[in-house]
């Protein structure tokens, strides 16, 4: 019951404020790149009204304040003096000058201590940015404190599960996109929307750089950064942890008192972790030896298969040219139909996933994953695709489908190359309308029904029984030329 509701609680409904990395500062979790959630607990933000609009916090009392879709709203905080937080946006840096930088912010003691960090080695005026994928971090009243206290000028907050769920996950299962037969790409996919935002704010508040607090060891900083200079290469980028002296918790937390900026204090958690609403990550702790086996207490997304239901669920998935519409005949919003198959395939322990993959910079990294939804929609989107795809189209969309993920992977959304493939997907999955009846139980998906509008299957022609189209007399004279190459080769021998 406890893992149910910890199912509910990772709902796209409830208020997110953070995006944290897979591989990351293995201290807290949270968003820009660092970090991990030290209980699931930190998943469950409050319900509200907020859900689909930007929302900017006041900077006097707290207040929440709705606005209108996709625009970008930001919280004016106070201005605070050199004696609160060390360095002065109107002089130069220890490292340099810059105006203004715009902080993928999480409110972890990594983002904490960056936010003085930046004002004292560029004098800079701080913005901080949090963007809500899905991921159910923190309330929006304790970022609002923490952006103030570290000193942060503003602090912007942008929802964007719509955008993620419509324009780079769905694009990415029309494509049957799985890096190393395993990853279905949930931080890879995020990180760019996230990105994306962020250059977006830059424009709208006029910074001239944007940081993030990705390590130098991971995926992420390449992602982050690649999606900076596609879409503004005249912005500065600033990666902390490639140039400061801060090599642990303890430097941070000793940075932190020194330039008096508030410690966050939060329960400590043993693995590293990334949520966003397509999927949970976790890394660290025992799984970094790759003969240990996860504990059972580590998932939180979904149940233990040995404890899900003893009754199957079936559950019928409505989709139009390869992106999923509905779930049992009710269309949904793209962020709420991934949300409902969540809960859905929580309950059954479906999508958890173990390997050992390859990152982008060089090393091998294991990794657990609970993709419930995101599962159950690939395998909708291939029994589909079984009807409505010749062999060849399929063959050559399959082998496509393994560099659109490794592009995806290394950070290349806004690469032509990928933007070029993605059209062909498009395209060839204009007759992928229908729907796909799967039943789950106990952590397993079997099809149970599949039907297209655009279905290539002939019963009259695949029955055994004898039909005017396709008369079996046929099949000599083709085996007879299908397999000359292997007699000329055979009588070539002898």
């Known amino acids: 019951m406890a893992q149910l509701k910890s199912i509910s609680a990772f709902s796209s409904s409830n208020l997110a404020f953070h995006g944290p990395k897979r591989e990351s500062f293995p201290y807290h979790g949270k968003v820009c790149c660092p970090g991990k959630l030290s209980s699931f607990q930190e998943l469950g933000a409050r319900k509200g009204v907020l859900q689909g609009n930007a929302f900017a916090v006041s900077s006097g009392n707290g207040s929440v304040t709705r606005a209108h879709d996709k625009q970008v709203i930001r919280a004016v905080l106070p201005s605070y003096s050199e004696t609160e937080v060390s360095g002065s946006t109107k002089e130069r840096g220890l490292r340099g000058k810059l105006n203004k930088v715009v902080l993928a912010y999480s409110g972890g003691l990594d983002t904490s201590v960056i936010v003085p960090w930046l004002r004292e080695n560029y004098g800079c005026d701080v913005v901080c940015f949090t963007a809500d994928v899905g991921q159910g971090l923190k309330e929006l009243e304790g970022l609002e404190k923490k952006a103030k206290a570290s000193g942060a000028s503003q602090l912007v907050v942008k929802d964007l599960k719509e955008e993620f769920v419509k324009d780079y996950i769905f694009p990415c299962l029309r494509a049957g996109a799985i890096y190393e037969r395993k990853y279905l790409l949930g931080t890879s996919m995020a990180r760019p929307v996230i990105a994306k935002a962020m250059v977006d704010v830059a424009k709208e508040v006029g910074a001239d750089a944007v940081a993030h607090g990705c390590t130098g060891k991971g995926n992420d900083q390449v992602r982050f950064e690649l999606t900076f200079f596609a879409l503004n290469p005249k912005l500065n980028v600033v990666a902390p942890w490639r140039e400061w002296d801060i090599t642990g918790r303890e430097d941070a937390i000793e940075y932190a008192k020194k330039h008096n900026v508030p410690v966050p204090v939060t329960k400590k958690s043993i693995y590293s972790r990334d949520g966003n609403l397509w999927h949970l990550s976790h890394e660290g702790d025992i799984l970094e030896d790759p003969e240990n086996e ?169 029955s055994f029984e004898s039909g005017d189209v396709y008369d079996q007399a046929d099949a000599a004279g083709f085996i007879r030329l299908y397999g000359l190459p292997i007699r000329v080769r055979a009588m070539l021998d002898s």
């Not at 809960?343 to 609970?370: A, F, T």
């Not at 993920?405 to 309308?433: C, N």
């Open 294 to 462: 996860p504990k059972k207490d580590m998932f939180m997304l979904t149940v233990d298969p040995e404890d899900a239901p003893n009754e199957p669920e079936y559950v019928d998935i409505g989709i139009i040219s390869g992106i999923p519409v509905s779930v049992n005949g009710k269309n949904l919003s793209p962020a709420s139909l991934l949300d409902h198959l969540n809960q859905i395939g929580g309950r059954h322990g479906i999508g958890r996933v173990d390997m050992v993959e390859n990152r982008l910079v060089g090393m091998k990294s294991r990794g657990v994953y609970e993709t419930p939804g995101g599962t159950i929609l690939f395998a909708a989107a291939r029994e589909l695709e079984s009807l409505t795809l010749d062999r060849e189209t399929m063959q050559v969309k399959d082998s496509l489908a393994l560099k659109y993920a490794e592009l995806v992977y290394a950070g290349r959304w806004f690469d032509p190359l990928r933007e070029s493939m993605d059209s062909f997907m498009e395209e060839i999955s204009k007759t992928t309308t229908g729907s796909v009846t799967l039943k789950l139980y106990k952590g397993s998906i079997t099809v149970t029904s599949r039907k297209s509008p655009y279905s290539l299957y002939r019963q009259d022609i695949s």
